[in-house]
Every structure is written in structure tokens, then in C-alpha cells.
């Protein structure tokens, strides 16, 4: 059992559930996380073996997609260097990386859990993705959001 939740953020069009899932213990990296916030949860408090709800952002129908797990500890994201990436950092130097990534390892697929059936659970009115203004790509959840997620899901 996790001993940690979280909820991360991902565009269906760059890496979904399904993209994720591919092969049998196949790890994805979580690159272009560009917010401070962010970033410090996956330097300071994740860890391996932390349980994430995988969720689709910025589609027609954003939610949770799927139970995933974090899958490594944290390196610098090539992606800052490269000149050619939506996430290139010019001002982030090989000697002092700027943004970090892990590797996160897609379990399961879920039914889509859509934000409007989110919002309907009172167990979940407290969640982080839900409050008005929240715009983070990782958040935590707590033990009792993670709980009734996953029997939502079930």
C-alpha cells in the first residue's frame, strides 16, 4: 500500500493512460513539469512506490484516467535543454538544472473519472484539482481522497 498520494496532470495528446500503459512494467517520464510547486513535490516529498491518479488535462474530458505509481526519484529533464522543446529553459544550465522529472508507471486503466463526477462526491470537495484557481500539474491527495477514488472507479 502507498504510503503517499498524488494526482498528476497529463495532456492525453502528449502521454495518455493508454500511451503509459504500453508494455508490461513499462515506465514513462514525467518531463515539462515547468511550475516551482510542482517541481519541489517531486524533489521533496515524492517518493517511489507513491500512489497517482493519472489524469487527462486539457481535453474535451478532463479526469482521472487511471492508477499509476511513481517509479523512480528525481534527475534533471532533458527536455529544458533541448532548444527544440515547448519546454526548453534557457536560462536553466546543465551545471544547475533548473526542472526535474521522474518516472511513473501506469497500473491500471480506469473508467473516466470526469471532473463533474468529482465535483458531485462530496468525498472529494476538499480535493486539491477541484479548488478554484488550482492550476498545478501534481497535487497531493490524501489517504481518504484516494480512498474514494478508487471505489468511484471500481
Not at 132 to 144: D, F, K, M, W
Amino acid at each position: 500500500m502507498p504510503s503517499q498520494y498524488w494526482l498528476m496532470k497529463s495532456e492525453p495528446d502528449e502521454c495518455s493512460i493508454d500511451d503509459a500503459l504500453g508494455a508490461p512494467n513499462q515506465t514513462v517520464p514525467w518531463t515539462g513539469v515547468r511550475n516551482y510547486q510542482a517541481r519541489n513535490f517531486m524533489r521533496d516529498a515524492m517518493h517511489v512506490g507513491d500512489g497517482v491518479l493519472f489524469y487527462h488535462s486539457s481535453c474535451p474530458e478532463p479526469g482521472i484516467a487511471g492508477i499509476a505509481r511513481v517509479a523512480s526519484g528525481t534527475r534533471p529533464d532533458p527536455t529544458q535543454f533541448d532548444p527544440d522543446s515547448p519546454y526548453y529553459d534557457k536560462a536553466s544550465k546543465q551545471e544547475a538544472p533548473r526542472w526535474l522529472l521522474l518516472d511513473v508507471q501506469a497500473l491500471r486503466k480506469t473508467r473516466l473519472l470526469s471532473l463533474a463526477e468529482m465535483r458531485d462526491s462530496p468525498a472529494l470537495s476538499s480535493m486539491r484539482v477541484l479548488q478554484r484557481g488550482n492550476r498545478l500539474s501534481i497535487t497531493p491527495v490524501t489517504a481518504e481522497e484516494w480512498a474514494a477514488v478508487t471505489a468511484l472507479v471500481k
